[in-house]
T-cell receptor
Framework: ETGVTQSPTHLIKTRGQQVTLRCSSQ?????VSWYQQALGQGPQFIFQ???????GRGNFPPRFSGLQFPNYSSELNVNALELDDSALYLC?????????????FGPGTRLTVL | AQTVTQSQPEMSVQEAETVTLSCTYD???????LFWYKQPPSRQMILVIR??????QNATENRFSVNFQKAAKSFSLKISDSQLGDAAMYFC?????????FGKGTRLHILP
């Protein structure tokens, strides 16, 4: 059974640039959720994708967008990067949509915006 | 709006002792799910324990158990026989439908 993987591990961007983060879900999981974890804070829910459709969104602006592919892998895109976007971005997959199932987390992508 | 509060930013416990981490939440819902997740240093977050709100029985997983008080909206985690490998950030999380909310976490130190 393959776990959740994320790429890249680390990324450095400058303010105003765009970034794409990638996530491969655990085998058998059709749902992917994305979280932003600032230093010393808990994860904040960005959005969730279920079978290629967005299923729920947290309090994040539209410049945070996502995609889910037929193989259930997913991308998080952030446009017009701001300094406050510097954080660990976590992807988690689960067996079904919503939040009732256990989330299986990836190792995260550390994004630094200069 | 739902909120999750972990009032202890850091805690320490002697190896082999018992420690309890606190979590309170605010919701007007009656059916929801609660979780404790563990995030070891530089390692992936993993589930510790899961509780369904409609079940009165407290969930247990080996050395980990919860005290779920629905009326008080409290969901504390008890770790028995603490081990060095238990050192981590612990996050309490609430979910209902498409909402998933995490607390700010409690850093647990295990003293040898």
């Amino acid at each position: 059974e393959t776990g959740v993987t994320q790429s890249p591990t680390h990324l450095i961007k400058t303010r105003g640039q765009q970034v794409t983060l990638r996530c491969s879900s655990q085998s058998g999981h059709n749902t992917v959720s994305w979280y932003q974890q600032a230093l010393g804070q808990g994860p904040q829910f960005i959005f969730q994708y279920y079978r290629e459709e967005e299923n729920g969104r947290g309090n994040f602006p539209p410049r945070f967008s996502g995609l889910q592919f037929p193989n259930y892998s997913s991308e998080l895109n952030v446009n017009a990067l701001e300094l406050d976007d510097s954080a660990l971005y976590l992807c988690a997959s689960s067996l079904s949509k919503g939040g009732k199932d256990t989330q299986y987390f990836g190792p995260g992508t550390r994004l630094t915006v200069l | 709006a739902q909120t999750v509060t972990q009032s202890q930013p850091e805690m320490s416990v002697q190896e082999a002792e018992t420690v309890t981490l606190s979590c309170t939440y605010d919701t007007s819902e009656s059916d929801y799910y609660l979780f404790w997740y563990k995030q070891p240093p530089s390692r992936q977050m993993i589930l510790v324990i899961r509780q369904e709100a409609y079940k009165q029985q407290n969930a247990t997983e080996n050395r980990f158990s919860v005290n779920f008080q629905k009326a008080a909206k409290s969901f504390s985690l008890k770790i028995s026989d603490s081990q060095l490998g238990d050192a981590a950030m612990y996050f309490c999380a609430y979910s209902k439908d498409d909402k998933i909310i995490f607390g700010k976490g409690t850093r647990l130190h295990i003293l040898p």
